[in-house]
């Protein structure tokens, strides 16, 4: 079985504006933070997310891949022809996470599989609602073998013969 997509991240310019759009539009639910926004989807299904404020106030999004060692991706990643963005960082609430650029540059996120004990409550998904849920996501990269290939090696996707990854 492949890394599973645990998360999304959208970044933009500090200011909030955002929040509320999604919210409004999409029926999220937003909890703001300092410096991040957490998303709850309220679709029931699907993942999670929150807005970040960006670096450099250049809009990005990207989705977080959960793994049991993010070193070995991000070695794996230079080794394929990516870059490592961000180094591994203890970040709030017990998320363990870094960043990567794929061959054309586009952020991958990765996220410290969670392993739940006593100070740890599970992941929690999104709840119940009307919200949109996220449970589909695209990487457009300016070659699409290299980008499936890139994913697949990284990942353990598999691309079935209508290019769909699982």
């Known amino acids: 079985m492949g890394n599973a997509v645990v998360h999304f991240e959208i970044g933009a310019p500090p200011g909030g504006q955002l929040a509320a759009f999604y919210a409004e539009l999409f029926g999220w639910a937003t ?3 300092p410096g991040y926004t957490a998303i709850d989807t309220r679709g029931g299904t699907g993942i999670n997310g929150g807005l970040a404020d960006s670096i450099a106030d250049s809009p990005w999004s990207t989705f977080f891949v959960e793994a049991e060692d993010l070193q070995a991706i991000l070695d794996k990643a230079n080794l394929l022809g990516g870059r490592t963005l961000a180094p591994i960082t203890d970040g ?3 998320v363990t996470f ?3 650029a794929d ?3 586009l952020p991958v996120g990765l996220v410290q599989a969670a392993q739940p ?3 740890q409550p599970a992941a929690l998904g999104p709840s119940s609602g009307h919200g949109a849920p ?3 996501f695209e990487v457009l990269g300016t070659d699409a073998e290299r980008t499936q290939r890139f994913y697949a090696e990284m ?3 598999r691309i079935d013969d209508q290019g769909d990854a699982s």
Do not use: E, N, Y
Request: net charge negative; proline share 19%.
């Open 98 to 100: 870094a960043m990567l």
């Open 155 to 157: 990942f353990g996707w």
């Open 117 to 119: 004990g006593p100070d």
């Open 92 to 94: 709030p609430a017990l």
């Open 103 to 105: 061959p054309d540059g």
């Open 134 to 136: 996220v449970d589909w």
């Open 31 to 33: 909890a703001p933070i």
